[in-house]
């Protein structure tokens, strides 16, 4: 039997969002583009999402169920090895597709053959004003790879050719939040990325979340690690929680010497960039700036020494920072008055 070829195959991995599911499939069925199959990979849910499907009725929806719970990254991996499509999108099962999605990125792709996946913007649901953005150039998502995911999986469309080609999978192992980003930093050895800058996904938040209720601070350890190890960049537990810093997550807190490790720790940083080429080194560079930059109002929250540290190593005093530093100290002394 001859199967049918389509654009596009838009992957839908289902685990216990029966509630959420039919808003999110309807958003695919409604897409200004046509040209398409609805795959959605049921990882045996419990909560009768699958039946949500099932009753749905539309021919361009295949169901692909599994008799046990195998875990995200793996339900991914065998939706990625049914597709059909040229394209593969994805659309999370708890969030909802702008109509002109589709028809947009796949006018991107075509445009760019040398773009092997892409993203967009989000926004999220019932909150007009928080918008999520990508970088939209190759070179702006490379400078940002050591820190977060160059494609924000949820609104990703990506080459199944490529996929193929490069055997790209998710770790079937991970069952932790981060198995996207480390998808997504395997295409960069391989092809381009590029992200619209519209919000084209509508982002769903809550106790739905994968990260919901979750210590964000071993989740991020987890997924530095991960990332330093795919890059092959060595790292000890003291780099470790330097590079969380610049994430803004803090397991002590800091004071003038170790902010001074903190700025070494940004300098390896950046020297190690240049010596292996991750990323422009102009980009990576403000990067790492705006990183360390915005750092000081937390040092200047909680201790002198480190806001007094930061300024001097930023190579400037400026009169907004000195009076920021002024107040935070005199609020803390009043308070411990009190």
């Not at 040229?86 to 796949?106: N, T, W």
């Not at 913007?121 to 998502?141: F, H, M, N, S």
């Not at 190690?272 to 990067?287: K, Y």
């Amino acid at each position: 039997m001859e199967v049918p070829h389509v654009r596009v195959t838009v992957l839908t991995t289902l685990y216990n969002k029966g509630p959420f599911v039919k808003e999110a499939l309807q958003s695919v069925l409604s897409s200004t583009f046509t040209d398409f199959e609805l795959l959605v990979v049921d990882d045996a849910s419990t909560d009768g999402g699958v039946e949500v499907v099932k009753g749905l009725s539309d021919p361009r929806i295949r169901i692909l169920e599994s008799p046990v719970n195998t875990g995200r990254a793996a339900a991914a991996n065998r939706g990625y090895g049914h597709a059909r499509g040229d394209y593969v999108a994805v659309l999370d099962a708890d969030d909802i597709m702008h109509p002109e999605r589709l028809a947009k990125q796949v006018a991107l792709m075509d445009a760019h053959p040398e773009v092997g996946i892409s993203g967009t913007a989000y926004q999220v649901l019932g909150d007009e004003g928080r918008i999520g953005k990508w970088p939209t150039t190759d070179a702006e998502c490379r400078a940002k790879m050591l820190f977060g995911d160059p494609v924000l999986y949820g609104s990703s469309i990506m080459r199944r050719s490529v996929v193929e080609q490069y055997g790209l999978r998710c770790d079937p192992a991970w069952r932790h939040p981060g198995m996207d980003y480390l998808f997504t930093l395997q295409f960069g050895r391989h092809t381009h990325y590029a992200n619209l800058p519209e919000a084209l996904l509508y982002y769903r938040m809550g106790a739905n979340n994968m990260r919901h209720e979750r210590d964000p601070l071993e989740d991020k350890r987890r997924i530095i690690k991960e990332v330093f190890r795919f890059f092959d960049l060595p790292m000890t537990d003291r780099d470790l929680e330097f590079q969380l810093a610049l994430h803004d997550l803090f397991s002590e807190p800091f004071d003038a010497r170790r902010v001074g490790e903190l700025r070494a720790w940004v300098d390896r940083l950046e020297r190690t960039n240049t010596e292996r080429g991750l990323s422009p080194e102009d980009l990576f560079h403000e990067e790492l700036e705006h990183r360390w930059r915005r750092l000081f109002h937390r040092f200047a929250d909680h201790d002198l020494g480190a806001a007094l540290a930061h300024q001097r190593l930023s190579g400037g005093w400026s009169m907004g920072r000195s009076t920021y530093m002024a107040k935070a100290t005199l609020n803390r002394w009043t308070g411990r008055k009190r």
